[in-house]
């Protein structure tokens, strides 16, 4: 790890190049509470609603959280950013989805789940989810964060306090 020319809000530590280095990474983190959710589900079947209801409702869904990913993926990209956690941040992002959620690809991740619950029929895929996001509520994106007021505190602080962390 070597060192960004400015220190966290007073703290005499470095900070790091990257968000996250960690073995707690988002697209690890859905994908594994989707996969224990498929095992519940074919382990011990809990139907969340009727197919025929819930497969157009979650196909929907399913289709909103690609459409907010993909729109998420393009303004990063548009900002000259990387979208991996485990490369440095080199801006932050205000536009697009960005205006109204600090997390759009987490919540992307999150919509994507509850479509597939809905699409399959599967409260077991409602019941993973519980877990994922308590990890990326009080692990990941506050380390995220904390990542980001170091790195950029005279512009990530005005954009916290003005946009929500999901919605």
Excluded: C
């Excluded at 991740?109 to 996001?133: E, I, K, N, R, Y």
């Excluded at 990326?136 to 995220?144: A, C, D, G, L, T």
């Amino acid at each position: 790890m070597t060192s960004h020319p400015q220190h966290a809000l007073g703290d005499a530590e470095p900070v790091p190049d990257v968000a996250n280095l960690g073995l707690v990474r988002p697209p690890l983190v859905y994908l594994g509470s989707i996969l224990l959710g498929l095992l519940l589900q074919f382990a011990w079947p809990l139907p969340l609603v009727r197919h025929p209801v819930g497969a157009p409702i979650g196909a929907g869904v399913v289709l909103m959280a690609v459409g907010l990913f993909i729109a998420a993926v393009r303004t990063f990209r548009a900002a000259g950013t990387p979208v991996p956690g485990n490369r440095p941040t080199t801006t932050i992002v205000r536009t697009g989805p960005y205006r109204f959620s600090r997390n759009p690809i987490y919540l992307a991740f999150s919509t994507l789940q509850v479509g597939v619950a809905v699409w399959v029929s599967s409260l077991w895929f409602l019941v993973t989810l519980v877990p994922a996001l308590a990890l990326m509520s009080f692990w990941v994106i506050p380390r995220e964060e904390r990542y980001l007021i170091a790195r950029f505190p005279s512009e990530y602080l005005p954009y916290k306090s003005s946009v929500r962390r999901w919605l």
